[in-house]
């Protein structure tokens, strides 16, 4: 797997997990577990309709966003997002819902100012959110703006020291920027602290890289 679309897999499950996201997609308590198990899933069309105030706990916000997240999957970018703005309008506060709002906008119609802010929203909302500064890297990285990505990219791997998807893709930074050596003690610590990951075996091919720009 490239380390491409190893960086577009992990955004997804640091986005699926909502690491250090607040309660409203966290794991349900029993009562609401069985709520979800006992309730007949939403539908898109019943996720646009609701216009009724709901608790930021209520199961139905937490199965809307699911609903959001497999509409956008599936290229249904209007439905998504119109979906995932009501739930941001409900609770703004919610990296996550933020996070995937600005992945939406990006992905399918392309609104990089609306992106842009939606990521700095989760932000706001939880500082060193990794979805979000991972999103933020990899969107100014794709724009050749490595000065900026390599910011969020060290961001993230300060406030995030047990995720080396940021390493390795600070290290990709400073290479292509022709900083090689100062990636190759980032890589090697990736390759040396998490033995047997994706993250590691991209370290060591990266590392051969830094090996040839050696004077």
Same mark, same amino acid.
């Given at each position: ?94 990296? #996550? @819902?933020?996070?995937?709002?600005? /992945?939406? &906008? =990006?992905?399918? %119609?392309?609104?990089?100012?609306? *992106?842009? +802010? ?53 290290? #990709? @930074?400073?290479?292509?920027?022709? /900083?090689? &050596? =100062?990636?190759? %003690?980032?890589?090697?610590?990736? *390759?040396? +602290? ?22």
């Amino acid at each position: 797997m490239s380390l491409f679309f190893r960086s577009l897999a992990a955004f997804a499950i640091l986005l699926a997990l909502g690491l250090a996201a607040p309660a409203i997609l966290s794991a349900p308590t029993k009562g609401a577990a069985a709520a979800i198990a006992t309730k007949a899933a939403p539908s898109a069309e019943s996720c646009l309709a609701s216009s009724e105030p709901v608790p930021a706990a209520s199961p139905d916000l937490a199965a809307c966003h699911h609903v959001a997240l497999e509409l956008a999957a599936a290229r249904d970018f209007d439905r998504a997002i119109a979906i995932e703005t009501r739930l941001f309008e409900r609770e703004p506060g919610n990296p #996550e @819902v933020s996070t995937a709002l600005a /992945r939406m &906008q =990006e992905t399918g %119609p392309k609104d990089v100012v609306q *992106a842009l +802010r939606m990521y700095h929203e989760a932000l706001y909302a939880s500082p060193g959110y990794p979805a979000a500064l991972l999103g933020l890297g990899t969107h100014w990285k794709g724009r050749g703006e490595n000065l900026i990505a390599e910011r969020y990219f060290a961001r993230g791997m300060r406030e995030n020291p047990d995720q080396p998807l940021f390493k390795v893709r600070l290290a #990709e @930074v400073l290479i292509d920027s022709g /900083r090689a &050596q =100062e990636a190759a %003690p980032i890589l090697q610590s990736v *390759a040396d +602290r998490f033995p047997g990951t994706g993250e590691a075996d991209d370290a060591r091919r990266l590392l051969s890289r830094t090996s040839l720009a050696r004077p």
